[in-house]
């Protein structure tokens, strides 16, 4: 990885939680001698769950940091295909942190997006410009290079003015609430997590080639990013 402002750590698949949460936890206690609020966007998809599990048990001052998620499925809140509900099982629960959901009840994907992006506006200061400035963002990739509900060939790829928008991903039958890419480039740092042999093949490609998955623009971007990755055994 030639790129200075991103660097990558491999591990194996069965390290790959506790190596995970630890580099988190170091990341973590970075931020906290911040001394302020520190605003966090985090993913879901299967992967960083065994890592919020073990993060939970970490003494941190926890009441320092606001979680935000970095994309949701437009399901039940209730439903396990529900990223917040999944997290707030696992972690947030379990730590006196506060957590916004993109989806509350029954409201509709257009106010889901609305109220997400106006909560976004309060709370997440924006620095020199007009987009927020979170201190961290949490993400994963698909074995199609996808990033947040960023997919190949949909719509929200292409949205440069909101921070929050929705995403219908054909492929998935899916409709998806998001980031925007403005928004995860304008983190201050971001981290990766990805374990198995397609998505190793998708960073390599990423990094080696012009193929284009969603993932590029993010590392093109050149924002700070730091990649863990679990390889099979
Ligand atoms: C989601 C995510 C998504 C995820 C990737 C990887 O809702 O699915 O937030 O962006 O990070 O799809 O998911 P896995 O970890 O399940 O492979």
């Not at 970095?70 to 947030?92: G, H, K, P, T």
């Not at 981290?191 to 990423?206: P, Q, S």
Request: charged letters at 25%.
């Amino acid at each position: 990885m030639s790129n200075r402002n991103q660097i990558r750590f491999d591990t194996t698949e069965s390290d790959f939680p506790a190596f995970a949460a630890t580099i988190l936890k170091e990341k973590l206690e970075a931020l906290q001698l911040l001394g302020r609020r520190i605003n966090i966007a985090v993913s879901g998809g299967s992967t960083p769950l065994p890592v919020y599990h073990l993060l939970k048990d970490f003494d941190l001052q926890w009441e320092l940091f606001s979680f935000f998620m970095v994309d949701e499925r437009f399901v039940s809140a209730m439903s396990d295909q529900c990223n917040y509900f999944n997290i707030n099982n696992i972690l947030f629960q379990h730590i006196p942190s506060e957590s916004y959901a993109m989806i509350k009840g029954d409201e509709s994907i257009e106010t889901a997006v609305e109220n997400y992006e106006l909560l976004i506006d309060q709370k997440v200061p924006k620095e020199h410009g007009t987009f927020p400035v979170f201190d961290f963002i949490l993400l994963g990739m698909g074995d199609d290079g996808h990033v947040a509900s960023l997919f190949p060939n949909t719509e929200a790829l292409e949205e440069q003015s909101r921070f929050v928008t929705a995403n219908f991903v054909p492929s998935l039958d899916s409709h998806r609430i998001t980031l925007t890419y403005p928004v995860i480039q304008n983190a201050s740092e971001a981290m990766v997590l990805i374990k198995g042999k397609r998505k190793i093949e998708i960073l390599d490609e990423i990094y080696n080639s012009e193929t284009m998955y969603p993932m590029h623009k993010l590392v093109k971007s050149n924002m700070r990013l730091t990649w863990i990755i679990g390889k099979g055994e």
